[in-house]
């Protein structure tokens, strides 16, 4: 089932993409000459709209537009001297057809948290929302801790802890007291302490060891903790906060890639946090059980993370084609295509080697 949610949250995440090249190609003048949903061999023509076929293709994920000139080599044809064609607008209108794909990412992200706001979507206090069921919430779980080896997920609400049988209930206390109270006492038992922790609507106890090292001078499990209950707005509210957050995360995600791409050129990158593919169908996975609104905002995250990428200057992405058309702009002299192909070739054989080794590590990480 994981696999199954898994495409439908790809497919979706890519179809939004290529949906704003297309619409933005369209609203130009530019002749899109084919929007697929899937990946060649292709299944079947579905229907034309603006000119455009949309065909159904036999590989399950996501899609992709054919926009007439965006290769260069089209470029050196006869029949791309139409103004239909891309390399024919300029490069203002080059850049915004790039660009959209990003955009609308971004927008899927921001109707997604809105649609969770509308119906009651999980946040921290520090929002100033009014929420409800406000309870004690593990935000992240270190790797590898033993938190981690114990089963603890980040979403995982907790019940109470225990220790020797000397129960601490976190019902009925304050929430400032909440935290305080089970990080002190976690940090004061080299014991073995029972979770009970509430996961989507089931209750289960997770026994775990706190160790040093962790955290300096003191026992620890591996858990960040935040005061989190469900806020259910208004849909004006719910739209304002569905963008405010929107652009929160985009921020933080932006500022989190910039400091690991400036950590690789460094040679200190740890690709152990980096998730591909087969690692995120076992986040999807933990997700589901926290229930739908958790996948709402989940989906939102990875949708983020893909505008984000894509707007790296490294070829065959987005970026890197927003830089050619940026130097073609400076230069006023168009970059040769034997040139362009050349570097989006190589630039596409090491995003697939990255993908790989990322792929192998999460295969790793499940053995």
């Known amino acids: 089932m994981s696999v199954i949610i898994f ?17 933005v190609a369209k609203k130009f ?39 007439f000139g965006e290769n260069p080599l089209e470029g050196e044809t006869k029949e791309n001297a139409d103004t239909e064609s ?10 915004s057809v790039l660009a959209a794909g990003v955009f609308g990412n971004f927008l899927f992200a921001w109707a997604l948290i809105s649609l969770g706001f509308l119906s009651g979507l999980p946040a921290p206090v520090s929002m100033s929302l009014p929420l409800d069921n406000a309870r004690t919430v593990i935000t992240t779980v270190l790797p590898g801790s033993p938190a981690a080896d114990a089963g603890l997920k980040s979403g995982d609400a ?70 989190v209950g469900t806020a259910k707005l208004a849909p004006h509210k719910a739209i304002w906060y569905g963008f405010t957050t929107t652009s929160e995360l985009t921020w933080l995600t932006g500022k989190a890639i910039g400091t690991f791409i400036l950590q690789a050129l460094g040679g200190r990158a740890d690709l152990s946090g980096v998730t591909g593919p087969v690692g995120i169908v076992g986040m999807v996975g933990d997700v589901r059980e ?21 707007l790296l200057p490294f070829p065959a992405l987005d970026g890197g084609r927003l830089l050619f058309v940026g130097i073609e702009a400076i230069t006023r002299r168009s970059i040769p295509s034997l040139i362009f192909n050349t570097v989006n070739t190589i630039g596409f054989a090491l995003l697939i080697l990255l993908m790989i080794l990322i792929t192998i590590q999460d295969v790793r990480n499940i053995l």
């Open 290 to 310: 926290l229930g739908f609104s958790h996948l709402l905002t989940f989906t939102a995250l990875i949708s983020i993370n893909l505008a984000i990428i894509n």
């Open 29 to 67: 003048g530019i002749r899109v000459d084919e929007f697929g949903l899937g990946f060649p061999p292709k299944a079947r023509t579905l229907f034309i709209w603006k000119n455009t076929p949309f065909t159904l293709n036999w590989l399950p994920f996501g899609g992709f537009v054919k926009i």
């Open 158 to 227: 907790i019940v109470s802890v225990s220790r020797d049988g000397n129960d601490f209930i976190l019902i009925d206390k304050s929430t400032k007291l909440s935290l305080e109270e089970v990080s002190n006492f976690i940090s004061q038992s080299f014991k073995p302490i029972t979770f009970t922790i509430e996961r989507g609507k089931n209750i289960s106890e997770k026994i775990v060891a706190p160790e040093e090292g962790i955290i300096a001078n003191k026992p620890a499990v591996g858990i960040s903790m935040d005061i």
């Open 86 to 95: 891309f390399v024919s607008k300029n490069r203002g209108v080059q850049a």
């Open 7 to 23: 495409i439908i949250i790809l497919s979706a995440l890519i179809i939004v993409h290529e949906m704003g090249h297309f619409l």
